[in-house]
């Protein structure tokens, strides 16, 4: 353990003199459109389908991401866990049901006795700071949507043999726009037939071109859950309050900064918008936090969710 701790030391150092001087490099060699990627080359490279989705992606010619298949479940029923200050007050088995698919997001691996199937991460603050949580999730056998910038961050700090799950990278559309990984900065043309438009705000129908973020993981993990065809969607600890709380896995002494406040006017919107989509779709989307202050879908007790009369208590559709 040792020895792989003084290994990733090293790792570290090595590629921050080299990768200070391929900036220099790059900033001189490439237009401003492109300058995002000043952290990715020359380590990357990508291959990209017929629409212009990321295909695959390689670091040091070593395939690390293959978006060409996504392992589908069979099960129909997925439960998303965010990391609101509600999933402390679930019943504890909640999260070991069979015939659920459970899919986490940033700190969710904290749970004990949970095994998820799939799992995004996109703030790469979140990666960089709370590297120890992420490991978990890359010794993990799950399936990995994560973004350019959160993989680099990966890959500065551990070798590639160390991954133990399936890595897919998405790219994420934010105001409009997207920084296409070894790509230029684009404006997205939102009259693409993959994108569900309502009210200003958009959900994507295909993942490997891009998903829209309107600032939280909760939005890009909800068009992946949906893409990954389930019937049913429950969605745990989605509060979007008390953002002066810690998150369930955090204290006051951990507590990482929130912006999300500052962005409601947004979320907001995009849960509508998602939710006359999914309607659409016939897709069933129920909230388990009670007192979450998203109102599209329908709330139900997170302790009688299975029960036969989980739903008819409340309303049937989604706002």
């Avoid at 993990?140 to 949507?145: A, E, M, Q, R, T």
């Avoid at 490997?208 to 909800?222: G, I, K, S």
């Amino acid at each position: 353990m040792m020895f792989m701790a003084f290994q990733n030391i090293q790792l570290f150092f090595s590629n921050l003199i080299l990768r200070n001087f391929y900036k220099v490099i790059y900033k001189y060699s490439h237009p401003k459109a492109f300058k995002h990627n000043r952290r990715y080359w020359p380590y990357y490279q990508v291959t990209r389908n017929t629409q212009g989705g990321i295909d695959q992606v390689y670091f040091k010619n070593q395939l690390i991401a293959d978006n060409s298949s996504i392992p589908l479940s069979e099960l129909k029923k997925a439960m998303l866990v965010m990391t609101g200050p509600s999933i402390k007050e679930y019943p504890s088995d909640i999260f070991s049901k069979d015939g659920v698919d459970y899919i986490g997001t940033n700190g969710s691996i904290s749970l004990p006795n949970i095994k998820f199937k799939y799992y995004v991460i996109i703030d790469h603050n979140f990666t960089n700071n709370r590297f120890d949580l992420v490991s978990k999730v890359l010794r993990s056998d799950c399936v990995l949507f994560t973004t350019p910038r959160c993989l680099d961050i990966i890959l500065r700090k551990i070798r590639p043999d160390q991954i133990k799950c399936q890595v897919k990278v998405i790219e994420t559309i934010t105001e409009g726009k997207i920084e296409r990984f070894l790509g230029s900065r684009i404006t997205v043309n939102t009259e693409q037939e993959y994108f569900y438009l309502h009210d200003g705000k958009g959900f994507s129908q295909h993942i490997e071109n891009a998903v829209f973020d309107y600032f939280t993981v909760a939005y890009v993990a909800l068009q992946i859950t949906y893409a990954l065809s389930y019937d049913e969607i429950y969605l745990a600890g989605l509060d979007m309050s008390n953002f002066n709380q810690p998150r369930f896995y955090e204290d006051t002494q951990t507590k990482q900064p929130t912006m999300l406040d500052q962005y409601l006017s947004d979320i907001f919107p995009a849960f509508h918008t998602a939710s006359h989509f999914l309607k659409m779709k016939n897709i069933k989307v129920y909230n388990l936090s009670e007192q979450s202050a998203v109102e599209s879908f329908t709330k139900v007790d997170p302790n009688h969710i299975w029960s036969d009369s989980k739903i008819n208590a409340s309303s049937d559709s989604n706002n």
